[in-house]
């Protein structure tokens, strides 16, 4: 895609782009009505886009790819995604939208397994290809919502690998706490996470106007008119109301989780080291929200409640991954099978040897 330039024209933004016919260079400049430059850049994405579609230019793949993951400007989830437009471009980048489908998409999973296994020694797991089609699908459809192509197929993913049933104990939680010190700003995002149950984006996005030490709240969303998956407003406890109370003199920028003065894209390398350090084994940032989960079950919460702590979508989805975690969880169904519970002569009806019977 074309990169489009943002300058000032007689004290007004305007945004300009070189269109390209034949083999001269072409300047198309029109003015804007933004006050800011952020906001020249969003307006300025727009006309060029408006302009794009009217002059009757196609759209590939890699332009609207680039059109998605600039929409994310700012916001944790951009790092992720310009991470998997550089590996998704060089396959599907000249693609016409309108070609991708199931068959291509097998012809990239086939050529993506044998790079990483040239690469690696080793194959490539279900979940990250998952999520490389996840990304096409999502460029593809949000496209499709601003009207740049005609409506996509419907790609088929790899299966989803059977997810990781780990969480930390209470001593695990204490080491790891205890290996982020050398590094503050992640010891803050640990702790965060930890009391809030909120996921590694919410949590890299909180800004200090959605911590509200009077009311002592925290407000993971966003745009509070927006659903956000995951992300609710939550109660601050004693020892996120401490941490952050100590934390945010220290602060240069809005953001909660900072690092020399400005936000974070992504703590997974930092993260990491600090896992190594604690001597702990398949611990990842969403570990920390699944822990933070089960203490909560396991300590008799109602999983309605944790439901609306987790900002679940559905309690559904609470019961299917958590209910077995709850104290008494199926005790009632598990008694009413007891046939012999009452009585007291359980041994002489089910009597227990290790001898043979005679034949």
Known sequence: MHDIFIGKLKGRYVVYWFRVPSDRKTRVRKRLKAKTRDEARAEGQRVYEADRILCGQKYLFEDIAEIYVESLRGLASEYNARSTFKIVKPFFGKFDPTQINDDLVYEYLEERRTAFWEKRGKEISNGTLNGDIVFIQTALNKAYGKNLIEKPQKLKRPSKPV?????????????????????????????????????????????????????????????????????????????????????????????????????????????????????????????????????????????????????????????????????????????????????????????????????
């Open 163 to 359: 997810p990781r049933d780990r969480w930390l104990t209470t001593e695990e939680i204490e080491k790891l706490v205890d290996a982020c010190k050398p590094e503050p700003h992640l010891q803050v995002a640990l702790v965060v996470m930890l009391t809030t149950a909120g996921r590694i984006g919410s949590v890299l996005e909180l800004e200090w106007k959605r911590v509200d030490f009077e009311a002592r709240t925290i407000d993971l969303r966003v745009d509070p008119k927006r659903p956000a998956k995951g992300r609710a407003i939550v109660p601050m406890n004693n020892t996120a109301f401490e941490v952050l109370s100590r934390w945010k003199p220290m602060c240069d920028s809005k953001y909660v989780v900072e690092y020399r003065g400005g936000p974070i894209g992504t703590i997974r390398t930092s993260f990491d080291s600090a896992v190594t350090r604690a001597g702990l084994e398949d611990v990842t940032p969403h570990t920390i929200r699944h822990t933070a989960a089960v203490h909560m079950v396991a300590a008799g919460c109602s999983l309605f409640r944790v439901s609306q702590y987790l900002g679940h979508s559905s309690i559904n989805v609470t019961e299917k991954v958590y209910a077995r975690f709850a104290p008494g969880h199926l005790q009632e169904e598990a008694d009413a099978v007891d046939f012999f519970g009452k009585r007291k002569d359980i041994l002489e009806v089910i009597p227990l040897s290790r001898r043979r019977p005679k034949t």
